[in-house]
């Protein structure tokens, strides 16, 4: 079984930053993407930033230049720096991993659960 284990949300002011962290365990063959979605009360869970085990990186347009994903593929761990932040990132986040479990190639979809971020003055 592979865990996902978040630390880091909270409450911060506008314009404040946080960083998020998640670290996966168990016994599995390897991690290939990893990255951070958020649901907002009343919304959908909607992408946030992903990062492949070679460092490739995607973003949502919401958080281009302010959020910056990164791994440590050593200790199977991504992280989450949010800077500037604003009361419209409020939401859960939630840490996601696509992990192959043996040499065979099916990557199976794990997820975090979930830690509150809380944007406001």
């Known amino acids: 079984q592979v865990q996902l284990v978040e630390s880091g949300g909270g409450l911060v002011q506008p314009g404040g930053s946080l960083r998020l962290s998640c670290a996966a365990s168990?016994?599995?063959?390897?991690?290939?993407?990893m990255g951070w979605y958020r649901q907002a009360p009343g919304k959908m869970r909607e992408l946030v930033a992903v990062?492949?085990?070679?460092?490739?990186?995607n973003y949502a347009d919401s958080v281009k230049g302010r959020f910056t994903v990164s791994r440590d593929n050593a200790k199977n761990t991504v992280f989450l720096q949010m800077n500037s932040l604003k009361p419209e990132d409020t939401a859960v986040y939630y840490c996601?991993?696509?992990?192959?479990?043996?040499?065979?190639?099916?990557?199976?979809?794990?997820w975090g659960q979930g830690t509150q971020v809380t944007v406001s003055s």
């Open positions: 996601n991993a696509e992990v192959r479990l043996t040499t065979d190639p099916y990557k199976y979809n794990y």
């Open positions: 990062i492949s085990s070679g460092g490739s990186t």
């Open positions: 168990g016994r599995f063959f390897s991690i290939n993407g």
